[in-house]
């Protein structure tokens, strides 16, 4: 596997692969219409403009995914995915490591994941993230904002 910078020519496998992976995201808030599911194609090519997109590539095939800005002295990192067929196989820890070292100078990173999401949640309190804040955004969904400072 390799993990290398995805280019705006990979938005249409990488968009297909956030929604395989976001599914299961849906079915545990029973809710359908979370962003990932929702992005367009132009949504995904406009990211490239704004954002480092780094992409796992196994055999040819895209397998995972994250992307990343700097804002001030903060990166923001979001849409860490990885297709069902290859999860709990430290892809997604090497995406995270890649995405904060390509992030050098900054102060801290933050992201955030739904408050049922308990496999990411592990994930990103392994890798040094802590919970700062929680965000209600409808009666099943709270947003679980975490912090690492490295």
């Known amino acids: 596997m390799l993990i290398t910078l995805a280019s705006v020519d990979d938005s249409a ?7 395989l992976a976001y599914q ?7 809710d359908f219409s979370l962003p990932p599911l ?13 954002r480092v997109v780094l992409k796992a590539v ?12 700097q804002e001030g002295k903060t990166c923001h990192i979001g849409r860490l995915v990885v297709h069902p067929d290859n999860q709990h196989r ?3 820890t090497q995406l995270m490591n890649q995405i904060e070292a390509s992030f050098g100078a900054v102060e801290r990173f933050e992201l ?4 049922r999401s308990a496999i990411a949640l592990r994930l990103y309190e392994r890798l040094g993230y802590r919970v700062f804040k929680q965000e209600p955004v409808h009666d099943r969904l709270t947003l679980v904002f975490l912090e690492k400072r490295p």
């Open 112 to 115: 955030f994941t739904g408050h």
């Open 24 to 30: 299961s995201e849906a079915t545990i808030y029973d």
């Open 13 to 19: 496998a990488i968009l297909d692969l956030q929604r």
């Open 38 to 50: 929702t992005e367009t194609i132009e949504d995904w090519r406009s990211q490239f403009s704004s």
């Open 90 to 92: 430290g892809i997604g």
């Open 58 to 69: 196994d055999q040819g095939r895209i397998i995972g995914s994250v992307r990343a800005y």
